[in-house]
């Protein structure tokens, strides 16, 4: 081989993976479309499709990734390695005062009784207002986060006036079982298992404490590009779709979510009735009420300056929402 055909060769392969990066950072695999989707630790998003038959038929792939919880699910949209990712109602919060390049494109609203602080069987705190000085495991910058502040605020105590121990779920279960928190704010299905495994009380749900906004966040760069935007759209319409097969089948996807996460199925079956939810519109109400959420974090200093979340907000896909409702 001469040095002249050799630096042919080896600019070719340079020009080939300079494009294979290009593609996979624009969400393309050899030309077909890649939807890279955050899934949560418990919540079985990817089953949940499968079981409502919403995985059938797709025009583009899906690259799914595994995440403990709302929050790091956004920062893998912010650093551009997650297209689509469903979380609680603060979540975004944070990652908006970190002016991370998220867009909120759709809200379910759930019932707010598995929304919870509980404590232990043998504990003796039997209100709110009992947390002062003690010990509380919660997900930083999760929707627990907010409901336990909202707890707080409500019973004339702050922040301060505990000692937040900031844990992922799984930890914080293992914390409040050996006796090393007073109390953990969490979300189904952990509030079930606290219950009915551990036989944990609920000292709180989220009844007047907090909304049931769940959000269905993109990043500013998946909506640049237009085939990556339709396979979002047509996800997004298959997500609702699965949500309302699962408020129909309750049975069904008690069972099969209890077989895939391991979960006692009388656990999943109750996190399934606490995890109803309702496909709405993002609108002028839904907004004011995360302004609020925004407002209360950043009152106590637990996020920096103001956030305008209006900013993070495009109603584009709220047709889907209008279809989803008329098909109930």
């Known amino acids: 081989m001469t040095r002249r ?33 955050g899934d949560q630790k418990g919540a079985s998003l990817q089953e949940m499709l499968g079981a409502a ?3 059938d038929g797709l025009t ?4 799914w990734s595994l995440f403990t919880s709302g929050p790091p699910i956004l920062e893998g949209v ?3 390695a997650v297209d689509f990712g469903s979380v609680g109602n603060t979540p975004p919060v944070f990652a908006a005062a970190s002016k991370a390049r998220i867009v909120i494109v759709g809200a379910t609203e759930s019932r707010l009784t598995g929304q919870a602080i509980v404590v232990p069987k043998d504990s003796p705190l039997r209100s709110p ?3 002062k000085g003690k010990k509380v495991a919660v997900a930083k910058g999760s929707s627990a986060n907010y409901h336990l502040l909202s707890v707080l605020k409500k019973n004339g105590l702050g922040f301060d006036d505990i000692q937040p121990q900031y844990l992922q779920p799984a930890d914080a279960l293992t914390a409040l079982t050996g006796g090393r928190v007073d109390a953990w704010a969490t ?17 709180a749900d989220g009844r007047g404490y ?6 269905q966040v993109t990043s500013k760069n998946t909506l640049k590009d237009k085939r990556r935007t339709a396979a979002l759209k047509d996800f997004l ?17 008690a069972a099969i979510w209890a077989k895939q996460t391991r979960l006692a199925e009388p656990v999943a079956r109750r996190a399934v009735d606490r995890r109803l939810a309702d496909i709405i519109p993002i609108d002028d109400q839904v907004i004011a009420s995360e302004q609020q959420i925004a407002d209360s974090f950043s009152g106590v200093g637990l996020i920096p300056g103001k956030v305008t979340i209006a900013d993070f907000f495009d109603r584009r896909f709220n047709d889907l929402a209008a279809a989803a409702q008329e098909g109930k």
């Open 129 to 131: 207002a009992e947390l």
């Open 210 to 215: 907090t909304n049931g906004y769940g959000f």
């Open 187 to 203: 979300w189904e299905p952990y509030t079930a298992q606290a219950e009915l495994e551990n036989g944990a009380r609920i000292l």
């Open 237 to 253: 319409a298959r997500y609702q779709r699965a949500i309302q097969w699962s408020n129909t089948h309750p049975d069904q996807w």
């Open 5 to 37: 055909h050799a630096a042919v060769l080896l600019l070719a392969a340079l020009l080939v993976a300079a494009t294979s990066c290009s593609s996979g950072d624009e969400g393309t695999e050899s030309g077909e479309v890649v939807l890279r989707v």
């Open 53 to 55: 038959g919403q995985l």
């Open 78 to 80: 912010n650093a551009g």
């Open 60 to 63: 583009y792939k899906i690259k």
